[in-house]
């Protein structure tokens, strides 16, 4: 019985075979499959998860302060999170109220009191195995896509997977926002 592929070679795996290739055994092979596989993966697999803030791959850290003050505009730095490794800024928040900050190299600057705690939301690259299947999928007819082009040479079945996936982000993204209780509009403010 099929199963949702918990790895990164079962994911290349799959697209591959959509498409008639023989799956390979490690992105390393010595063949042109293997190459692109390789060269492109972690490139579609970031371009996917930028495309949502996916709740599954959505983190929030407190941010630790560096003790140098700023040159200039701002009042603070602090450091970016290296483990998991920061994708993309969702929002910065004091007291969660949003923040306005700049991300310099790799810390984010802001204007922030001593004893505040600046919170960070982000999306990071979750690993393979806990991706959602509907997601999985979207990465699959994605990389289908891809390596229909550049290995089969066959733009039709590329843009038919194209198709699919453009289908399958939408029913992924549906389906991620059913995972989160209803945000109602928070009024406090405007009184």
């Known amino acids: 019985m099929p199963t949702t592929p918990s790895t990164d070679i079962e994911v290349a795996q799959k697209a591959m075979v959509m498409i008639g290739l023989e799956p390979l055994t ?23 998860l930028g495309q949502h803030n996916w709740n599954f791959a959505t983190g929030q850290k407190t941010l630790s302060r ?9 009042d603070a730095a602090y450091a970016l999170p290296t483990d998991p490794a920061v ?10 109220a ?4 700049d991300i310099y190299e790799r810390y984010i600057y802001i204007d922030a009191q ?3 705690d600046v919170v960070l939301n982000y999306v990071f690259r979750p690993e393979t195995q806990y ?20 290995v089969t040479r066959k733009g039709d079945v590329a843009n038919s997977y194209t198709q699919l996936a453009e289908a399958q982000f939408r029913r992924a993204k549906a389906r991620d926002s059913q995972q989160v209780t209803t945000q109602g509009l928070r009024l406090s403010r405007y009184h």
């Open 26 to 48: 490690s992105f390393t092979d010595n063949t042109d499959e293997a190459l692109v596989a390789n060269t492109i993966f972690e490139d579609v697999v970031a371009d996917c």
């Open 66 to 74: 560096l003790t140098d003050v700023p040159v200039d505009r701002w």
């Open 87 to 96: 994708m993309q800024v969702i929002t910065v928040t004091i007291d969660d």
């Open 98 to 101: 949003p923040q306005r900050y």
């Open 114 to 116: 001593l004893n505040d």
């Open 131 to 150: 991706w959602p299947p509907t997601f999985t999928m979207w990465v699959i007819f994605r990389l289908a896509s891809v390596l229909a082009l550049s």
